[in-house]
């Protein structure tokens, strides 16, 4: 099969890939939720060799993961899992946890269950990077931010531009703490959460 392809993922991996390099340097598992062409992983999995990067997403997209993770044929990759976020969550602890462009396109209680996910699988002490545009102060950050949440909502109205308190709370729900709220391009941010606890 033809690899599926996302421009935005060539535009933005080097600098997610410089915030992850800050954050993972002890970590040795990471789970990302949400693997979409595949492209994320088998960048960052190759620049990080010392990281088991474990793809998930829902089941249609993992023939298309599998062909850049096949092709890639790195040793640090494991086939990819199939992963609804209001499903059942692997059983295994990781280390981090990472995931782009998702929490935008879910509902709101899938939002909810992404962070009750997060805190069955992260390990005490694991982080968690999440990728994409945020709201701050219940307030677009940018024109462009504004017409994309409109076209998100047009296309699915329970989808839409989150905002970063509301995701926060619910991250301080789980025991995590923010230690980086990171600019990056096209008016989206990347935010990384410490485990604080030793669950």
Known sequence: MDKPFSPACERNRDPILAVLRR???DARSV???GSGTGQHAVHFAAAMPWLQWQCSDRAEHLPGIRAWLDE???PNTPPPLALDVAGDWPARRRDAV???NTLHIMGWPEVQAFFAGVA???AGGG???VYGPFNYGGGYTSDSNREFDGWLKARDARSGIRDFEAVDALARGIGLALEEDAAMPANNRCLVWHRTDHA
Do not use: D, G, K, Q
Request: aromatic share 6%.
């Open 23 to 25: 954050h993972l340097r």
């Open 31 to 33: 789970l990302e939720v």
């Open 72 to 74: 890639a044929a790195l």
């Open 98 to 100: 990472f995931s782009a």
């Open 120 to 122: 069955a699988t992260l």
């Open 127 to 129: 982080t968690l990077a």
